[in-house]
């Protein structure tokens, strides 16, 4: 398979298999004007498989959520056909509208306007906790 190369763009790398389709809805690239290939369960001699997606327009991305995701995924932007830039994201402190609170007393349950907050409680094991209830999250 032929993906053609990115001039001026993005490419998300080491997404673990399958999770790649959820980054393009969690990063809105369904809403993008610009071209978006997504390659699903690709060979990686680090990981065995993973997803990768190649966006042709340097867009703004939140780098919070692909921490959350895994913080193994690495971001690279490319200009005028070279990498000029490779992230490695980091679990975030704080995640907002990714996570639901499952708690139903949870004030989230109730407030239907007030965003899911998450707040990281255990970087070690990337456990989040809900803000207002301090319900462990259900990733």
């Not at 070690?124 to 259900?138: F, H, L, N, S």
Request: aromatic fraction near 6%.
């Amino acid at each position: 398979m032929i993906i053609g190369t990115i001039v001026d763009g993005i490419v998300i790398d080491h997404i673990p298999a399958g999770r790649g389709m959820e980054l393009y809805y969690y990063l809105n690239l369904d809403e993008c004007q610009c071209e978006v290939a997504i390659i699903k369960n690709a060979v990686s001699g680090k990981y065995g498989r993973k997803d990768i997606l190649k966006i042709n327009e340097v867009l703004d991305i939140d780098y919070e959520i692909l921490g959350f995701i895994d913080p193994r995924i690495t971001v690279n932007i490319i200009k005028d056909g070279v990498r000029i830039r490779k992230i490695h994201p980091t679990l975030p402190e704080r995640i907002t509208g990714v996570i639901k609170c499952k708690n139903p007393r949870c004030i989230t349950s109730v407030e239907q306007e007030l965003q899911h907050v998450f707040k990281l409680a255990d970087r070690e094991k990337g456990i989040y906790r809900c803000v207002y209830c301090e319900t462990k999250a259900e990733i």
